[in-house]
């Protein structure tokens, strides 16, 4: 959801069908009698990006996807 990585593609047979899942909300918040949606709650995300998520204070997929356009971009006019 975020970069876009595909672990088959990049690693072969090893790679099918892995992937981390990111909570929209944090389980701390929902509470213990809150059962997941895996549809509306869970969003499948690389294991770098999901670290990122949650680096520095949780930020949304959204902002996380901003970040790394303006990185890519600036990447490329500093060639």
């Known amino acids: 959801m975020v970069c876009e990585f595909n672990f088959e593609a990049f690693y072969g047979e090893r790679g099918k069908g892995f992937i981390h899942v ?34 520095k204070g949780n930020i949304g997929i959204e902002e996380l996807q901003i970040e790394i356009s303006f990185n890519k971009a600036l990447q490329r006019t500093s060639r």
């Open 22 to 55: 990111h909570h929209l909300s944090s389980l701390a918040e929902i509470g213990q009698e809150y059962e997941v949606d895996p549809v509306n709650d869970l969003r499948p995300v690389c294991p770098n990006c999901h670290a990122m998520l949650h680096r």
